[in-house]
């Protein structure tokens, strides 16, 4: 990787400069946040004919409370971190929280009506919200340096593809949902391993692409211009299409083995800045994707769901789902129909698959234009810590790691629109879930020790570093000031 | 509620949303200009033009900078304090390079007093001074060329 790298922050200017580390603007996005939040779920009680009192304040208030904790230890953590990451965060977080509060309203009332028990979902999400900042506090403060994870590669590599193909080994009772063999149920407790192995996986292939770059940049024969790499060297893309395909026929989950094989693909091209790889990548994925569609009925299904949904909308497992969601959008338009007045719970799976669509109606495209902007803004963020940082190790995994978010998003968003065949993902920090919150803050918190590393000047950062790479790398090449 | 209420806090709240989008964006901008870990091409701005006016005291012209000329790295520019900069494939080089030609620890710039030294550290393939291979340190002046592998690299003020 060419990285012109600057061991000097600011130009010439003395050794005890010191850089900002802008951890007030920070605390002003969240407080930003908290007020478009809070104005959120004002808006969703007034509309839903729910008395307004001072509560709503104080939930408002309860929120930035928690995510101050959060900035607190990244002011004593991770103080040269990225401004933007936690608010954005924070946003979207609420932004999802008040949709699910929104959804279970609509819910419950329906509930009443026909008589049903209903258990809201919202306070739940508020846990889960609260045990994933806890993690999320844990990463910081246990990994001090994200260089230290290259250790733990292989074990972090072992440990993911277990917990991916861990549902698919379980039977079906344990880790069957609506299709989807992605859970590990314990009694009423449900986590999915598979949106943690995600993560595991990341940091096991950013080390192993780390140590063996130059297998893939050795270049192999010219053929139509183009170099193409050397045929045994194709081993790790082959090993990342089969273990997509494998737990695709396993757990029946499009959208992970999208994800996990994206993921591989991403990191290769930025390992080795050869596009080549993306193409080399994209033909067995290709191939793949023609397989599956003649082996599998859900998949033959889920194309045309996509292609036409009114035209399967009546029947099991058709186009309902993605019709509905587009009736959604379309009833939003470009404004919305406001937050509370429209219909979200129409839809189903609203509040964890289809969140993009309940959002899409109460706040329209503009609303939802902005939420992708976030997101954006996310991964921007994230991109830009990996392409600071001075080691390539947290280039690929910061990379990565954005890059995940990103995929996400888009995976999900692009099937609820029918941009793409719809797979079954969460939205990171949007959906509701406790797995998907839990895996999202634990990625974000590493997103945040890279871009802290990525603006931390050296003076703070080298000694220790020197520390622990004298043996390596200074024992044989240190030089000697000779006498001029 | 009133219905104008309704539609008033309607459109507020999209505009929120859009607003913090939007100071999300002047931090971005704010931040591109901030000091950060990677100093990437910024237009020869007027600012960099004031800066040895304002130290002008200190007698010629000092380099101040490092601009590869040639290369993949082609238009990086590293600014210059008196620590050494390290120059290969390693990766915690000062200027990390990723050519086939360069050794793992090709060459290093040094500070002598108020003179910047280029050595050869051992590599393969050697380290050029304008033309002249360079086997023992030698004094760097401003605007001659390095040559390292494929890349070119000088010193400017």
Redesign the interface.
């Known amino acids: 990787m060419s990285s012109p790298v600057d061991t000097s922050p600011g130009t010439g200017s003395g050794p005890t400069r010191k850089l900002p580390t802008r951890r007030g603007t920070e605390l002003l996005m969240l407080a930003f946040a908290t007020v478009i939040i809070t104005f959120a779920l004002m808006l969703v009680d007034a509309n839903q004919g729910q008395e307004l009192t001072l509560s709503i304040v104080w939930y408002g208030l309860s929120y930035l409370g928690v995510f101050t904790v959060a900035h607190v230890a990244v002011r004593y953590f991770a103080p040269y971190a990225d401004p933007l990451i936690l608010p954005c965060v924070a946003l979207l977080n609420g932004i999802g929280l008040v949709m699910i509060y929104r959804i279970d309203l609509a819910s419950a009332e329906r509930a009443a009506q026909q008589d049903i028990a209903f258990t809201p979902d919202a306070p739940r999400q508020v846990l889960w919200t609260v045990i994933a900042l806890a993690l999320f506090l844990a990463v910081l403060v246990l990994i001090k340096d994200h260089r230290t994870l290259t250790r733990y590669a292989y074990t972090c590599g072992l440990i993911g593809f277990f917990a991916l193909a861990l549902p698919g080994l379980l039977p079906a009772s344990v880790s069957e949902v609506n299709g989807a063999k992605v859970w590990v149920r314990i009694g009423p407790l449900g986590l999915q391993p598979g949106e943690f192995a995600k993560i595991l996986l990341l940091i096991f292939f950013a080390a192993f692409l780390v140590s063996k770059r130059d297998l893939f940049m050795s270049a192999g024969k010219r053929v139509l211009g183009i170099e193409w790499p050397r045929p045994r060297d194709l081993g790790p893309i082959v090993l990342a299409t089969g273990a997509a395909l494998a737990i695709f026929v396993l757990l029946k989950d499009l959208g992970q083995a999208l994800l996990l094989f994206g993921m591989v693909l991403m990191l290769i091209y930025v390992a080795t800045e050869r596009a080549i790889w993306i193409f080399v990548g994209l033909v067995p994925f290709a191939a793949g994707c023609v397989i599956a569609y003649n082996l599998f009925t859900h998949v033959q299904q889920r194309t045309r769901n996509w292609l036409d949904p009114l035209a399967t909308y009546d029947e099991a497992g058709g186009g309902y789902q993605n019709a509905q969601a587009l009736f959604g959008l379309g009833t939003g338009g470009v404004a919305g129909t406001g937050l509370g007045a429209g219909r979200p719970e129409m839809v189903p799976l609203s509040k964890t698959d289809f969140i993009a669509a309940a959002i899409g109606e109460e706040i329209g495209f503009i609303g939802l234009a902005s939420v992708l902007m976030v997101y954006l803004i996310l991964a921007m963020r994230g991109m830009r810590g990996a392409l600071a940082v001075r080691d390539t190790f947290g280039k690929l995994l910061g990379g990565g790691l954005a890059f995940a978010i990103t995929m996400q998003v888009f995976v999900v968003v692009g099937g609820v629109t029918s941009l793409i065949p719809m797979t079954g993902m969460t939205a990171p920090f949007l959906s509701y879930g406790g797995s998907s919150l839990l895996a999202n803050y634990i990625l974000v918190a590493l997103l945040l020790r890279i871009s802290d590393a990525a603006r931390r000047p050296q003076q703070g950062a080298r000694p220790r570093a020197e520390q622990q790479r004298t043996p390596l790398s200074d024992t044989g090449t240190v030089m000697v000031e000779r006498p001029s | 509620?009133p219905e104008l209420v309704?539609?008033l806090?309607?459109?507020?709240?999209?505009a929120?949303?859009?607003?913090?989008?939007l100071?999300?964006?002047r931090?971005?901008r704010s931040?591109l200009y901030?000091?950060?870990?990677?100093?990437t091409e910024l237009p020869p701005s007027k600012r960099d033009k004031k800066?040895p006016k304002s130290r002008g005291g200190g007698g010629g012209k000092q380099p101040?900078?490092l601009i590869?000329t040639h290369g993949?790295?082609a238009g990086?520019?590293?600014?210059?304090?008196d620590?050494p900069?390290l120059i290969g494939r390693?990766?915690?080089?000062?200027?990390?390079?990723?050519d086939d030609y360069a050794s793992t620890?090709h060459a290093?710039l040094s500070m002598?007093g108020s003179d910047w030294?280029v050595?050869d550290?051992?590599s393969t393939n050697g380290t050029y001074l304008d033309r002249a291979k360079v086997t023992?340190?030698l004094r760097v002046p401003l605007g001659v060329p390095i040559r390292i592998g494929k890349t070119v690299i000088e010193l400017r003020p």
């Open positions: 509620m309704v539609q806090t309607r459109a507020g709240f999209l929120l949303l859009w607003l913090f989008v100071a999300a964006l931090v971005v931040d901030a000091a950060s870990g990677v100093r800066q101040r900078q590869v993949a790295l990086t520019r590293i600014a210059l304090d620590r900069i390693a990766d915690d080089s000062t200027l990390v390079l990723d620890r290093r002598r030294y050595e550290l051992g023992a340190p």
